[in-house]
């Protein structure tokens, strides 16, 4: 019943408006682009047509140029396909602007998952005091990334931003002209970004969307859990940053980067409360107060413009003197407002968000051995030997005498405590490394230390291995067990609270081991890392590296982590965000709080209301990894296939990624020239499977493990496994939501291909089979039927874009016969890029 009325509210407050607003488009003074909304119907309907009937997509686009234009030279064709583009670009942010609008309609205070909705579920199960007492040991950290996966460049998200308050109040006049503006305003960054313009993006978001939303968030547990002694601590949500840290395959970000954006942090946060008090001090004119806020107010100010040292622990003090005269000369008056302000200065300190620090395992040892040869004379030695050799060295290590990766490395440990001098111990306290499958990987980090000259109470930072590969989940027990014999490594964790963090890489585990497998893995790796801390008496927080889509750990992520059994610690709920994450799911005041809610609840209920569905059989186990091996050997089968790597090449816009000037981290690791597996970026990867509209990494092996048992005549065991285990169907549905946004005919030219027309089939036959199976498993008729809002809004947005793809596959073919003007279908594929994956949201 719910579900049918917000269908029907989506049709009118979403559908209905954007049939109306998206009118406005036919009138707007746009360059060469007046005829383009008549035009674009037309090609429509050639596609929708010709895709269900067998053509090709360049049949598609040609018919449409001879039946709908008179255009006859190839120059003249080749501008209409660029306008075409631009104003499905347009289009697509109108709809997006459209459906944020819509958003506080759609969803209530007390949805499944708020909460207010845990407060009442509490309520009802006589739990109320069990859930405060974990929310009082709980929190949720929300690391934002620089992954390049955001095309939209900032003169478009201050539009967005603009257009989605318009579209709140039905301004008109208002959407008009801002419709006009963004029909000015280019979508294509001419350069690629800097580490430091993508920091600079994502901070502000922090001032100008979390900066109230995790304020107004904390108020509001506490009023709504408040019983006189509920003790709610400012860690409950965190927020971290990796623009101008991770420096992980991307060579531009360097100490003196990572230093800046440590800076600008600091400086965003300062302006944050300087603006905050301007606000505050208007209410609260009171003798006394006023005065003490008004000497804050100056001390900030010179903090920010003149660089002035303050402290966190300043601004309380100050704040905490105005509190005080509040409460015993002026009846407390206000009290709220000025409780608000320093409930913000504990959460954000003067670090507004924790930058980390992330490098390659492979790089440490490189710098390691230059370091070692430099200092010993010979690379040749045992770990053991190197490393008990380095950490004795008693003198800090002249930078200045090594080169490159080396020197920056050296200089980035060095700067941590100058850092943490200025933005806190909360501005910067560990370090990430990033393909991790041994002891040394950590080790070497710790000599990192040693060698810049810090002593043992000196290393404020938690040292963080990241097992990303089926190799890594794999050596993850040995590693971590031999990590907590070392004495020395666990005289590092006691002194850091015996709290250990271990990041487990979904992206680049789906890539590599397939989606269930990956799922898998990572859930057993999570099983025996939390089994293992236990027994040593160590407390482990998992942080989750994952991206929008499920093919990179994304979907539904409050019903993943609510499915998480009591044999996996959750302590914390740890992971990261990026590009389309944020300005989709994170990106307006309404839709962060809803989003930090759904990760909140997801952790303290998987805790205080037990489900047998949560906790897994050894029955339901043996089935899974029965499964997972199943579908590990045929999604391996289609690694090795010889046409795998070339189809990328060849076939999709795989290389085209690269151009689009949205990240400043090249798209693939390595030098050479030619494409390794290995050297894919998981981003790129996937989402060169979205453009195709064949998202393969999302299900492929899925349903033909399942239908290998079928065919044992257990598919009955499979439906007791859906039903009793959360996380089973948890894995289902996200499978299914990245299968309902394939639409495999828009490629089926491919299948009479003589080089790749039989990889081709491989896939959609799998597709058939995962999409059929899972049917029957749900009892659905349709993919994603469960979530008809969702269902709704792609198959708008895919009806939108769906001529932007038959023109990329368009200029793919052209450039594939080697037809025409190369370079300019070429940049056709290059920007067909921005409407494709701005439309899918979280397609990469």
């Not at 709980?138 to 478009?156: I, L």
């Not at 100008?208 to 547990?221: H, M, P, Q």
């Not at 670090?351 to 490098?359: G, Y």
Request: net charge negative; with cysteine.
């Amino acid at each position: 019943m719910i579900h049918d009325q917000r269908a029907e509210k989506f049709r009118q407050i979403v559908e209905n408006k954007f049939q109306i607003y998206n009118s406005l488009f036919m009138s707007l003074p746009y360059d060469k682009m007046t005829n383009i909304g008549m035009l674009l119907p037309f090609l429509y309907e050639e596609s929708r047509n010709g895709y269900e009937a067998g053509k090709t997509p360049e049949e598609i686009v040609e018919e449409f140029f001879k039946n709908h234009t008179d255009l006859q030279t190839e120059e003249q064709k080749l501008e209409l396909l660029f306008k075409i583009i631009q104003y499905i670009e347009r289009q697509v942010v109108l709809f997006d602007s459209i459906e944020d609008a819509a958003f506080p309609t759609l969803h209530s205070e007390s949805d499944n998952g708020t909460v207010v909705n845990m407060y009442e579920k509490a309520v009802n199960n006589h739990q109320l005091e069990k859930v405060r007492e974990k929310l009082e040991d709980f929190n949720v950290k929300v690391v934002f990334t620089a992954h390049p996966t955001q095309f939209y460049p900032n003169s478009v998200q201050k539009i967005i931003h603009d257009l989605r308050a318009a579209i709140t109040t039905d301004s008109v006049t208002q959407i008009d002209t801002l419709l006009q503006q963004l029909g000015k305003t280019p979508f294509v960054n001419k350069e690629k970004p800097t580490p430091i313009d993508e920091a600079l993006s994502i901070i502000t978001y922090l001032r100008f969307v979390y900066y109230e939303t995790v304020g107004d968030l904390f108020t509001k547990i506490k009023k709504t859990f408040e019983n006189g002694h509920f003790n709610l601590h400012e860690d409950i949500i965190q927020l971290g940053f990796w623009p101008g840290g991770d420096r992980d395959g991307n060579p531009f970000v360097t100490a003196d980067v990572t230093k800046r954006v440590a800076l600008e942090l600091r400086e965003a946060i300062l302006k944050s409360y300087y603006n905050h008090l301007k606000y505050v001090r208007r209410r609260l004119s009171f003798r006394g107060v006023s005065e003490t806020l008004r000497d804050l107010s100056e001390h900030i100010y010179r903090a920010i413009y003149d660089n002035r040292e303050i402290s966190a622990e300043q601004i309380l003090s100050k704040t905490e003197e105005a509190e005080h005269i509040l409460i015993h000369q002026h009846n407390g008056l206000f009290l709220d407002i000025l409780q608000g302000f320093k409930d913000r200065v504990k959460i954000f300190g003067t670090h507004f968000a924790t930058l980390d620090v992330r490098q390659d395992s492979r790089v440490h040892q490189q710098v390691i051995d230059t370091v070692y040869a430099q200092l010993f004379g010979s690379e040749d030695a045992d770990f053991q030997t190197k490393y008990s050799k380095l950490i004795e060295v008693s003198e800090k290590v002249d930078s200045n005498k090594f080169e490159d990766i080396v020197k920056d490395t050296l200089d980035t440990v060095s700067q941590i405590t100058e850092i943490q001098k200025h933005n806190g111990l909360r501005g910067m306290n560990r370090y990430i490394i990033s393909n991790s499958d041994d002891v040394k990987d950590v080790m070497n980090v710790y000599a990192f230390f040693k060698l810049c000259g810090y002593k043992e109470d000196e290393i404020k930072i938690d040292i963080v291995p990241l097992f990303e590969t089926m190799e890594g989940l794999a050596n993850a027990e040995s590693v971590m067990k031999d990590l907590y014999s070392l004495p020395i490594y666990r005289n590092h964790v006691e002194k850091r609270g015996n709290q250990q963090t271990i990041m487990l890489g979904f992206s680049d585990g789906t890539k590599d081991g397939g989606y269930l497998k990956a799922n898998w893995e990572i859930y057993k790796a999570k099983e025996v890392l939390t089994a293992i801390s236990e027994q040593n008496g160590i407390k482990v927080v998992f942080f989750d590296g994952r991206g929008g889509p499920p093919a990179r750990g994304g979907g539904k992520t409050h019903d993943f982590y609510a499915s998480q059994g009591k044999t996996i610690a959750n302590n914390k709920i740890e992971l990261t965000i990026q590009g389309q994450t944020i300005t989709s799911i994170f990106g307006n005041k309404e839709q962060a709080s809803f989003n930090f809610e759904q990760l909140l609840t997801a952790g303290v209920e998987n805790d205080v209301f037990k489900s047998s569905k949560k906790d897994l059989s050894d029955k339901e186990r043996n089935l899974i990894s029965e499964l997972a091996e199943i579908s590990f050997k045929k999604y391996s089968d289609l690694k090795a296939h010889q046409m795998f790597v070339p189809y990328l090449q060849e076939m999709s816009t795989l290389q085209y990624y690269g151009k689009t000037n949205i990240g400043s981290r090249p798209s693939k690791r390595g030098n050479g020239n030619e494409l390794k597996f290995e050297d894919l970026r998981a981003i790129p990867f996937v989402g060169s499977w979205s453009q195709l509209k064949q998202n393969v990494p999302g299900f492929f092996g899925f349903g033909y493990a399942m239908n290998q048992l079928k065919e044992q005549g257990r598919f009955n065991e499979i439906k007791e496994l859906y039903s009793g285990s959360d996380f089973f169907k948890t894995l289902v549905l996200n499978s299914m939501m990245s299968m309902n946004k394939t639409y495999f005919p828009l490629t089926y030219y491919i299948k009479n291909n003589p080089k790749f027309g039989e990889f081709w089939t491989v896939l959609f036959d799998e597709y058939q089979l995962s999409r059929d199976i899972m049917l029957e498993l749900t009892g659905f008729k349709l993919l994603q039927e469960e979530d008809p809002l969702s269902r709704k809004s792609v198959k708008i947005r895919e009806k939108i874009v769906l001529p932007l793809l038959s023109i990329q596959q368009y200029a793919l073919m052209k450039i594939q016969k080697g037809e025409g003007n190369k370079e300019a279908y070429e940049k056709l594929v290059t920007r067909s890029l921005f409407g494709n994956i701005n439309a899918s949201r979280n397609s990469a």
